[in-house]
């Protein structure tokens, strides 16, 4: 594709449900990063992958919160009994290679937990 | 841990107008510096990107300039538009965590 895809645009769940977020990478990226976009704040790092494996997931808040890149290319951020405090825009973002290059960020999905 | 700063937190301007948004952090090892613009319920789309040995990048109205031994960044705009309206967030990379972001800086400019 064209960007970084990001499904559902927009996701409302209930207190305690498990929640899956998708994202497409630009093709050929083998960097992805998650992030978490607090309103009136801006984004906050959560995991970032190198191909298939988790290259640094020091952000993740607690363990909850777990991602996946199982083929190097889509990844899903999975949120477990989801808490009222988990409402945020979560951003996705790919790079060519590394650290060092331009990020380039979906559109996001908006998580409401009610 | 780095942190990063990014002054005013608004800013309204009338159209024509030349503005400066400021970003500046606590940690001057850096990598690289970025500024992105964020619409309204968007994504995150990048503006400039300066590497840590570069002094500034230039793209069409917008010029970038960084001095990381004092730990500033600057965003010029030149003749801003209303188009330009949206939220401006200035990121740094230092080699911990993949993106440190200031809160932004929300511009309006108006006809």
């Known amino acids: 594709g064209a960007g970084v895809s990001q499904t559902p645009s927009n996701k409302v769940t209930e207190k305690g449900k498990y929640v899956e977020l998708r994202c497409d990478p630009i093709?050929?990226?083998?960097?992805l990063y998650w992030y978490r976009q607090s309103l009136g704040q801006g984004p906050e790092f959560l995991i970032y992958f190198q191909g298939t494996g988790a290259a640094d997931d020091s952000g993740l808040p607690n363990d909850r919160f777990f991602a996946v890149r199982p083929e190097g290319s889509v990844s899903t951020l999975k949120i477990q009994r989801t808490e009222r405090g988990d409402s945020a825009v979560y951003l996705c973002?790919?790079?060519?290679?590394?650290?060092?290059?331009?990020?380039?960020f979906g559109p996001g999905t908006r998580l409401t937990v009610l | 841990k780095q942190e990063v700063t990014q002054i005013p937190a608004a800013l309204s301007v009338p159209e024509g107008e030349n503005l400066v948004l400021n970003c500046s952090f606590t940690d001057s090892a850096i990598y690289n510096l970025q500024w992105f613009r964020q619409d309204p319920g968007k994504g995150l789309t990048s503006l400039l990107l300066?590497?840590?040995?570069?002094r500034e990048q230039t793209s069409g109205r917008l010029n970038a300039s960084l001095d990381k031994s004092s730990g500033r960044s600057t965003l010029y705009i030149a003749a801003s538009q209303p188009g330009d309206s949206a939220t401006y967030l200035c990121?740094?990379?230092?080699?911990?965590?993949?993106?440190?972001f200031g809160k932004g800086t929300r511009l309006s400019v108006i006809a």
């Open positions: 973002a790919s790079s060519g290679s590394g650290n060092t290059d331009t990020q380039y």
């Open positions: 990121a740094v990379y230092s080699g911990n965590t993949p993106l440190v």
């Open positions: 300066i590497q840590s040995s570069q």
């Open positions: 093709s050929g990226h083998t960097a």
